[in-house]
């Protein structure tokens, strides 16, 4: 994952440097492409896989200034729609799992009063945690998920899009 070097509101986009957006899409799609590549002949010999990308709800809501890593991340559910039915045939699962606004140890500019009303636009009332992701990331690369492919399935902090949440 690249974030970059702009902050959200940081730049134009007519102002982000052709380096900026080759930076982005080299991390967050061709890394992904790549590591696939390597790990695909061995999971078609089993029979089974299940391959997870990780992007982000700027991805489908977008934010002013990091363009270049919203449209990586996007990127990314079309490349798990194209492999989930190249792969599935042999037993493989391709989905992506969304991350909100996420809490973790590492400190943000964020004040919490934002952080709160974010979480008051959220069904459960809350942002969700690390651990909430990683609880997604492994069901979804278990053997419990035994079917769901080709998806995108976002973690309860980008719930708050919903028009009538208050």
Known sequence: ???GTLAPGG???EDVPAAEWSAALHANVV?????VQ???PGMRRAKWGRIVFVSSGIAEEGVPGPGPYGTAKMALHGMARALAWEAGK???LVNVAVAGLTITGAQRPIPQEVLDGLAARTPSRRLSTADDMAALIVFLGSEANRNLTGETLRDGSNAGRSAHAT
């Open 11 to 13: 730049a134009a986009f």
């Open 31 to 35: 890394g992904n492409a790549l590591l």
């Open 38 to 40: 390597a790990v695909l």
């Open 1 to 3: 994952m690249r974030w």
């Open 90 to 92: 042999d037993g493989i």
